[in-house]
């Protein structure tokens, strides 16, 4: 699954500018489905949050995961 990748490589890619404007364009659309219904599964968008939460947190986990 691409969240459980990103909490293992995150912190690399958003190390090196030109891949963290990479991975922003690519997370900017899901933090929309997070913040919405959208017709994804609750279980899907909380696992997206959690993913924005690491990365909000600078990849370090704020509580064990």
């Known amino acids: 699954?691409?969240?459980i990748m990103l909490t293992q490589v995150g912190a690399q890619l958003?190390?090196?500018e030109h891949r963290r404007k990479r991975l922003d364009e690519i997370?900017?659309?899901l933090q929309?489905?997070?913040e919405t219904s959208s017709g994804w599964k609750a279980r899907l968008?909380?696992?997206l949050?959690?993913?924005l939460a690491l990365r909000?947190?600078?990849w370090k986990p704020s509580r064990g995961i």
């Open 32 to 34: 929309a489905c997070t």
């Open 45 to 47: 968008r909380f696992i």
């Open 14 to 16: 958003d190390a090196q």
């Open 1 to 3: 699954c691409f969240c």
């Open 49 to 51: 949050q959690d993913v």
């Open 56 to 58: 909000n947190n600078e």
């Open 27 to 29: 997370l900017a659309p």
